[in-house]
């Protein structure tokens, strides 16, 4: 069942959106910061970066608190605009983007699981996944949802409010709905931050599932040793810089 969660809908190609292949980059960071004015000053939450992220990589972003990964993440995501610098995600020049097109993109190209959920609350846990299907008018978003939260072990809490889960249950609820559509791109802000030992390494073994199984491309802010471990490469930032970037070993993400 967990399967069928994860395999490709039909006619559709694992991670079925461009660029195509394993290498090609995904995303792509050029010259990118973030700041905001501060009265007469500025602050820097992010200097100028430059990343590039091939389709298929599994990336944990690592680093203190207030280091930028939360404002790196809302970038990739366009749910927040560079102040300079270019943003490239599935070849299209999101940093450019109208908010209708950036809408659009997102829906088609991104899952994103917040580091504070962000579930609606007047809705059930099994509607709150179903959301993003039925926007897309998807024949079978209730089979689906209910079959993702299976795959977060929530079943018995399909008709459960956000109030009534605890904040564990809330980010499985909150990761289910990030996979519901498929996206070629899985951003998660501190996806296991709230889960026990067990539930953590449960959406852990999710992911590397979704990873291994659709060529998803993830990058995951993670504090977690196991993540980072079982990422593909690590970045790590601080103050707002990339202060390290290293590639895993070969044995590094094959998710065994
Ligand atoms: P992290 O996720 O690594 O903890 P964030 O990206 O959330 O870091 O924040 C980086 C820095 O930018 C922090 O010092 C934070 O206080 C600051 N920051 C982020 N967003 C805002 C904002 N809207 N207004 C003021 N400061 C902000
Ligand atoms: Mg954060």
């Known amino acids: 069942m967990v399967d069928s969660v994860f395999s490709p809908a039909p006619g559709e190609d694992a991670a079925g959106a461009?660029?195509?292949?394993?290498?090609?980059?995904?995303?792509?960071?050029?010259?990118?910061?973030?700041?905001l004015p501060m009265g007469r000053r500025?602050?820097?939450?992010l200097h100028p970066l430059s990343l590039s992220i091939p389709s298929g990589q599994f990336v944990a972003v690592m680093g203190p608190s207030g280091s930028g990964k939360s404002t790196l993440?809302?970038?990739?995501?366009?749910?927040?605009?560079?102040?300079g610098g270019e943003i490239t995600v599935a070849g299209q020049r999101i940093s450019a983007m109208n908010e209708d097109?950036?809408?659009?993109?997102?829906?088609?190209?991104?899952?994103?699981?917040?580091?504070?959920?962000?579930?609606?609350?007047?809705?059930?846990?099994?509607e709150n996944v179903q959301v993003p299907m039925e926007i897309r008018a998807q024949p079978d978003a209730k089979e689906r949802a209910l079959a993702l939260l299976a795959a977060v072990?929530?079943?018995?809490?399909?008709?459960?409010?956000?109030?009534?889960?605890s904040g564990g249950e809330q980010?499985?609820?909150?990761?289910?709905?990030?996979?519901?559509?498929?996206?070629?791109v899985l951003l998660a802000d501190e996806p296991t931050g709230n889960l026990d030992t067990v539930n953590g390494a449960h959406i852990l073994g999710l992911l590397k599932?979704?990873?291994?199984?659709?060529?998803?491309?993830?990058?995951?802010?993670?504090?977690?040793?196991?993540?980072?471990?079982?990422?593909?490469r690590v970045v790590q930032l601080r103050d707002g810089r990339v202060v390290e970037d290293r590639s895993a070993g070969t044995d590094g993400g094959k998710g065994s």
Not at 42 to 45: G, N
């Open 18 to 35: 461009a660029p195509r292949g394993p290498g090609a980059p995904m995303i792509v960071l050029d010259q990118v910061s973030r700041w």
């Open 42 to 45: 500025r602050l820097d939450i």
């Open 73 to 83: 993440l809302g970038l990739l995501a366009g749910l927040d605009r560079p102040s």
């Open 101 to 126: 097109d950036l809408a659009r993109f997102r829906g088609a190209t991104i899952g994103f699981v917040f580091q504070s959920y962000q579930l609606i609350p007047t809705l059930t846990a099994l």
């Open 153 to 165: 072990d929530l079943s018995s809490r399909a008709d459960h409010y956000p109030a009534q889960l």
């Open 171 to 184: 980010q499985r609820v909150a990761i289910a709905r990030a996979f519901a559509c498929r996206p070629p």
């Open 209 to 232: 599932q979704l990873h291994r199984e659709q060529g998803t491309t993830l990058v995951l802010v993670t504090h977690d040793a196991e993540i980072a471990r079982a990422a593909q």
